[in-house]
């Protein structure tokens, strides 16, 4: 009993978001891997984006309408990345003052809680609370727009393809959103990019 159950989560480890999906609809309960798969990266992008206090209604939420939504999944898609951050994008966009209230916070104290993850990739030669603080004022500064397609980026690994998909877009506003917002990131850190993103990244 106990190596059938091992053999069933093994094949579920290696079985695409896709096919998971579409064996929910009559097995509601295989959902779960999706869940299990997903919610952590999930919940650590909407702590750095939100804070640890919304984290968890935003997961918790996005994974109940991703439940919800299931039948209209298309399943051509093996990768449930996309469509799970979408959701939690317009989840997020709900608490878009909460958001910019801390990068604001942020900007004053120069602590680090949401921009942590770019500090390893800014130059040595700024100081780790200074970045925080103009790159928080900068975050802050960003349309709602602009800072979901960087974001989703920098944070979350999406491709421009996958962006495009998530936020319902052309690839070619995706493009334009990021540029204007790396310039305005770049320009707060005086030249430095934070994002270290290369064009020749996009693989959509």
């Known amino acids: 009993m106990i190596a059938d159950a091992r053999s069933a989560e093994t094949a579920e480890d290696l079985t695409g978001d896709a096919e998971l999906i579409r064996r929910s609809q009559d097995a509601p309960d295989v959902f779960a891997a999706v869940f299990d798969r997903h919610a952590p990266e999930l919940h650590r992008y909407v702590t750095r984006r939100l804070g640890d206090s919304l984290a968890d209604d935003v997961v918790a939420d996005t994974f109940l ?18 469509w799970l951050y979408g959701i939690a994008a317009n989840l997020i966009g709900r608490h878009r ?51 979901d397609v960087l974001l989703l980026i920098a944070w979350a690994d ?7 998909h998530a936020l319902g877009i052309p690839v070619g506003t995706v493009r334009s959103r990021l540029h204007r917002a790396r310039k305005r990131t770049r320009a707060a850190l005086g030249g430095v990019d934070p994002t270290a993103f290369d064009e020749e990244q996009d693989r959509g």
């Open 158 to 164: 999406l491709t421009y393809d996958e962006v495009a």
């Open 65 to 82: 309408a991703a439940f919800r939504r299931r039948g209209h999944y298309d399943v051509t898609r093996p990768d449930a990345r996309p």
């Open 97 to 147: 003052r909460a958001e910019v209230r801390s990068y604001r916070a942020m900007a004053r104290t120069g602590v680090d809680v949401v921009a942590e993850s770019y500090t390893e990739r800014v130059d040595a030669e700024v100081s780790a609370s200074a970045a925080h603080r103009d790159l928080a004022v900068a975050l802050a500064g960003l349309s709602a727009g602009d800072r």
